[in-house]
């Protein structure tokens, strides 16, 4: 029924596919023979790669007692030769570490050939001059306190728009590159609205925005800001951070209810909350004084991980699995180091101990939950007391016209939430051998890693303080790693393209001054994140064309240097939502409980592990509830939207903080024969039919509605021959059959064979590379 008509419609689609595609740049490193040696750009990457595994933090693995991470340490003399030195400055034939890289002999060359590593001439090259120069240690660039440097002077005075364009544009000017030109009104439109909403702009915002240069930029910026569709947009990152999902997860993966916290992102977002005061109450707003059920329910965020319900476990183990999951989930989500690596022994690359693993996993461990016995739940009335576990937060009637307002519940059912809090008395917490739940080492106390900040006494002794700690504007780390998250948003990646890694093996940034101008900036500013969106998106580096000459393409293949602007594929949820919203099925409705949509018959079913369980049979919603946005679809996470995982949404098993882009066959048959997919295509062409407009009106008027900009010629042509030839291919039968996809009631008064013929237009149009891109 789909697909029937396939083959036209792949053949005019491959006749709209418009392809747009000198100076070689090295773009790993500055080094030349007459350069200055970088330390953190030149030195550490290879130490880090070819050294550290033996000479670097972890002290269990440490060979020949030499450790080279450490300035102090990497010029000691050595162990077993106290009259020589690893690394003499200035002296690179004096340097043991040099000489050993040169050794002839294999049983003397560094790496050894047992390790698999070797280093390059070029990379002893760098050794040797780093040495000469005098072997100048550097701070790890992301362990020092982010400062605002001055502007970089530019040839092209004329082009920046704001401070960000200084930055880029001298980078580009010192590899001969220059900028592209602006992106047209119709791509930038669309582009922004994505970015900044999750949605394609209407044909009213259209006709209203035709041209954005002068003004008229800045007011779309101010009016799409202030949209609530702006927080849905900003709070689907920060679910898959908090590994945010509707079931527990596990085995027996039962239903829980951690929407509201879901909903309190949005209203977090929407009100621009101070990112310092965002993260402090998901870390610990029940520990601030006085405080209410908002702060409180925040910390939801440390409970949304996966929890067993299976009945023969040992319960201690699993409490500990969850502890270090929150520990694991700080490291990754706000410091951007994987402090997961020294929960067994020290971290073999980051100047993180076990011991410090531990103190920090001090704070989430005083937690006082405690997970009651499994209980059946009837799956027509449920057993409330299992949707969340202790300790919880109850959300009451008089709640939601207060403090909660923003959560939006429309049923009588008792409605609870798995928030924090802690013991009365201390729980202690040991090293544990190994990682092992029950091996337990030295007694600890709460910390952190003392390389990145010491935990001093002006902070609380518990996860309060662990959030003082976080937002001190001393902290290098908290506001750097937001902020190249935040521009991942908007670029692809991130200024530091490891976003979850600003470790030794992390990428290097590829703009260091303009990232920490932006971290002090934003924590000058009082960690406003709508002015700091506002700044990315006003940018002459945003404003830029997509276009890829081949130039470009041979001297910066990644566009490191941010000379274009990327083209993106749009993320899971906003393709659900581009179809939808196009079509005008979409539900506008803020937040509320998790929705089922369309999905094939049996996958739960096929998943479950017992019949009683609330989530064991898939139990599809209809009416409203079918045309909410992505971010409410339901996540099980043992069998997430298969239409969603199919375009790279996260499973939320565990914090991610950036999502791979792949492209499959499996995509283009979500494309061509989704139920959302098809009704939507069937719902635009009998609304936009229902007058009795003539294709020649109605086919140009869906081309923009889907891809926000006006047809070409060519392309009109191409899409009228496609309609003439579903038109004849059609019959009443087949085109009943296209026109009943979907629960929506049909439009009265419309013509079927050349609905459905209409249908198949949109329905192509849907299936471009252009409808799901912004470039």
Known sequence: MANYSGYLAFKVLALLLLVSCGKKVDLKGAFTPENEVSYNFDVRPILSDKCFACHGPDEKKREAGLRLDLEAEAFKALKDHPDRHAIVPGKPEQSAVYLRLIAGDEDEIMPPKSSNLSMTEQEIAIIRKWIDQGAKFERHWAFARPRKRSLPEVENEDWPVNEIDHFTLAKMEAAGLEPNEPSDSEKLLKRLSLDLTGLLPDLETMNRFPDLSGAAYDQLVTRLLAQPAYGEKMAVGWLDIARYADSYGYQMDNFRTQWPWRDWVIHAFNRNLPYDRFITWQLAGDLLPGADKEQILATAFNRNHKITEEGAVDEEEYRTAYVSDRTDTFGKAFLAMTVECARCHDHKYDPISQKEYYQLFSFFNQVDELRPVYTAIDPTVGTPAAYAKKPILSVEKEDLAGVLSFIHKTDTNRLIVSVMGDLDTLRKTHVLLRGEFNQYGDL?????????????????????????????????????????????????????????????????????????????????????????????????????????????????????????????????????????????????????????????????????????????????????????RGIYSFVKRTVPPPAMAIFDASNRDQCEVSRLTTSTPLQALVMMNDPTMLESARVLAQKISEDGSPPEKTIPLAFRTILCRKPKPRELELLAAYYKESLAALNPRKAAELLSVGEYPAYSGTKPVPTAALMQVIAMLYNLEETLVKS
């Not at 002006?458 to 504007?473: F, S, V």
């Not at 990646?493 to 600003?502: C, H, R």
């Open 444 to 628: 600890v106390e709460n910390g952190t890693p003392a390389q990145i900040l010491r935990f001093g006494k002006q902070y609380e002794r518990n996860r309060l303080g662990l959030a003082h700690w976080l937002t001190d504007p001393e902290n290098p780390l908290t506001a750097r790693v937001f902020v190249n998250r935040v521009w991942q948003e908007f670029f692809g990646k991130g200024l530091v393209k490891t976003a979850g890694d600003f470790g030794m093996q992390g990428e290097l940034p590829t703009h260091p001054e303009l990232l920490d101008w932006l971290a002090a900036d934003f924590i000058e500013n009082g960690w406003n994140v709508k002015r700091l969106v506002t700044q990315i998106v006003s940018s002459a580096t945003y404003r830029q064309s997509s276009n890829l000459t081949k130039a470009k393409s041979a001297a910066d293949p990644e566009n490191k240097l941010l000379s274009r602007a990327p083209r993106l594929r749009v993320p899971a949820e906003f393709v659900r939502d581009i179809l939808l919203g196009s079509s005008g099925l979409l539900q506008r409705e803020i937040g509320g409980p998790s929705v089922k949509p369309y999905q094939p018959p049996g996958l739960w079913e096929a998943a479950t592990a017992g019949g009683d369980l609330l989530l064991s049979k898939y139990r599809q919603d209809s009416g409203a509830a079918l045309y909410r």
